[in-house]
Each structure stands twice: as structure tokens, then as C-alpha cells.
């Protein structure tokens, strides 16, 4: 027979305890006060700390591809400000379609395809923009592609691979696109009294 103990936290006190231990080893500073009298300490706590920061940095990755970290996939400055367009910005050059953040790139040779990922990539790049918006722009531009497709071919079949292809397109976009859209933002944007690498 096993027997089973529960941990019980008696006084509200012990609940604090794991968030002041988090503090204390995530304070700057903290494991050099410990240097001194016990050295093996302040360098195992040190390398905590650092476990902790990389952990932290996979975490908002992994937030950023699921998307963001309320769920909603849109850019906001974390003290609350409007982000403004940061100075000097240039938005990249053109590379089609594909995602430069997971290293993929695609070559669809068709120029319409090519010219409706453009004018997305470019719409992710302009500070402040709503990821949904272009994202509705750049399904509508797609959506237009096979219509065009209809008129000029007149083939029912043709429309539907096309329509097909479109759906993919989208479900990428869609399940994929947020750490692209946030990535663009970060560059793009800056907020008021914040540095890039704190958003």
C-alpha cells in the first residue's frame, strides 16, 4: 500500500516564498553578492539565472508561433503606448512568398502570386497595421488570382486547384503567420520610452 502526502501551504507567507526565490535569482547583481563567501553558490545561481533567461526567450518564441500571448496575434507596446514608426526604417526588399523567419521560400512563378506576397510582406511592415487587415487583403488579392483564372480559362476545373491552392495559402498564413507579423512589427515600430529589445 502506498501512501500518498500532500503538501499543504499553511500561511500565505509560504506562498510567497517560489516568487521572492524567482526574484532574488533573477536580480542582477544578486549572485555576485555571493561571490565572495561561497563561490560555487553565486556561479551555480548565476547559471540558473541564465537557464531561466533562455526559457523565458522560448517561451515568447513559442507564443509568438501560437499567437502572441493573449491569443490575439497583435502588436502592442508592453508599457501600454502607441507604437510609433521608428526612425530611419526601410521596409526590406521584396522576396515573394515564404517566411523568412522559418526559412522557407517558395517560387511560385506566377507574377500575380508573387506581386499579392509582396504587397503583404509589405503590409506586415508598416508600423501599427492590423495583422488581420492584411491578411484579409492579401486572401481577397489571392481570391481575385483565380477569378481571373475563371475568366481567361473558363475551366471550372482549373478553379478549383486554383481555390485549393488559395486554401492552403491561407491555412499557412493563418496558423503560421503570427511570429512573421510580430517580427515585421518589432522592426517597423518603436515604442515611447522603450528600447527594441525590451518590446
Known sequence: MRVYYRFRIRTPVMWLLPFLL??????????????APVPWLGRKIRGLREEMR???DYLVI????????????Q???????TPQRRFGFRQPPAN?????AFGLHLDVRIPAMTRCCNHHDA???????NKAQCDAEFLQCLNHICSDIRQAIGLTSSLSACESGVQL?????????????LDSQRAACSCPGEEKDEL
Request: charged share 20%; hydrophobic share 35%; glycine share 14%.
Open 123 to 129: 503590409c506586415y511592415d508598416s508600423c501599427g497595421v
Open 169 to 181: 495559402v491561407r491555412q499557412a498564413v493563418l496558423r503560421l503567420g503570427c511570429k512573421p507579423y
Open 62 to 73: 513559442a507564443m509568438d508561433c501560437l499567437g502572441g500571448e493573449d491569443g490575439i496575434c
Open 75 to 81: 502588436f502592442h507596446c508592453v508599457s501600454g503606448a
Open 54 to 56: 533562455k526559457f523565458d
Open 96 to 100: 515573394g512568398c515564404g517566411s523568412p
Open 22 to 35: 524567482a526574484l532574488c535569482i533573477c536580480t542582477p547583481g544578486w549572485a555576485d553578492s555571493l561571490e
